[in-house]
Structure formats: structure tokens, C-alpha cells
């Protein structure tokens, strides 16, 4: 048994989730509403304050799915409730962020300005070197931070770029003149 796909999701007060036909969930809570088409070989079923998550047997592919599911519901009922955040921090001289309506602009270093916009659902913040994506659909704020940071992925002799603030970048040890 799946350790993860058996444990139930709590529903918080505030939030309300309803199984339509077809596994299409929807989680509407204080932040906003999250819709998503689930497997249809899992069962789930919607309690007063839980929801589970059950397959109809142990092959390995439904082993799989199973925590599979219960965690994607159970990241929009968090999602909806609390929201999720990534934090990025930009390293080198001359780089630099700023943001203008819903438009982010970055100073890499390039002959441009590589612009970018806000995705549906999603917010930006620029505070000094700290870029926050802010949004409720997790899988949809860590697809938009990690476009950011391809833009000038952090380098390992000086620690130049963009790199999530908890990130550890392994340095390595530039060349040395020979004597």
C-alpha cells in the first residue's frame, strides 16, 4: 500500500471541494478556485472534512498514481488556502531587476533587457536583488521561476546569475598562473 496515496487530505474550514464526473476536482478556498482532470482508475472520495484517495489494485502503475493523486489534490487544497512562493536572488554586478505592471524586466548582462510577463494566476515581486513568484497553483509557480532562472542560470566560478535563495551553488576554483 502506498504510504502517501492512503494517508486522507483534510479539508480546512473555508475550503470547499467537489468531484464532478470523469475525476475532474475542484477546490475553491479563501485565495481562489484550482480545477484539475484526475487518472480515472483512481477512486476518490469526497468526506465532510477528507478526501481519499483508493486504486482498484496493486498493479505498479496505479501503485504510482496513487500517491500521485492524493498529492496533487492535496497541493491545491494548500494552494488555495495558503498559496506557494518561490524566492530568487540575482548575483553579478550590473544585473539587475525591475517591475512595471505586469511586466519583468532583467539587467543580465545580455546587449537586451530580457523582458517577461506575468503569467495567468501568477505574481512577481522585486525587492532590491529578490525576485518572489507568488500564486496558488504550485506546479504553475515553480514552471515560472525556473523560466526565470534559465534566463542566467548562476555560474560556478564567481556565483553569477539567478539562483533560488536556498539553492547552494558549488564553486570551483578558477586557473592559476604558471610561475
Not at 57 to 64: A, E, P, T
Not at 83 to 98: C, D, F, M, P, T
Not at 108 to 136: A, C, F, Q, R
Request: charged content about 30%.
Amino acid at each position: 500500500m502506498s504510504r502517501i496515496g492512503k494517508l486522507p487530505v483534510a479539508i480546512p474550514a473555508g475550503v470547499e471541494v467537489k468531484l464532478e464526473e470523469g475525476n475532474v476536482i475542484t477546490v475553491k478556498g479563501p485565495k481562489g478556485t484550482l480545477t484539475r482532470k484526475l487518472v480515472d482508475e483512481m477512486t476518490v472520495e469526497v468526506g465532510a472534512a477528507e478526501v481519499t484517495v483508493t486504486r482498484p489494485n496493486d498493479l505498479k502503475r496505479n501503485k504510482q498514481l496513487h500517491g500521485l493523486t492524493r498529492t496533487l489534490i492535496h497541493n491545491m487544497v494548500e494552494g488555495v488556502t495558503n498559496g506557494y512562493s518561490k524566492q530568487l536572488e540575482i548575483n553579478g554586478v550590473g544585473y539587475r531587476a525591475a517591475k512595471s505592471g505586469n511586466k519583468l524586466t532583467l539587467t543580465l548582462g545580455y546587449s537586451h533587457p530580457v523582458e517577461m510577463t506575468d503569467p495567468e494566476g501568477i505574481e512577481t515581486k522585486v525587492e532590491g536583488n529578490k525576485i518572489t513568484v507568488t500564486g496558488i497553483d504550485k506546479e504553475k509557480v515553480g514552471q515560472f521561476a525556473a523560466e526565470i532562472r534559465t534566463k542566467r542560470p548562476p555560474e560556478p566560478y564567481k556565483g553569477k546569475g539567478i539562483k533560488y535563495t536556498t539553492e547552494q551553488i558549488r564553486r570551483k576554483v578558477g586557473k592559476t598562473g604558471k610561475k
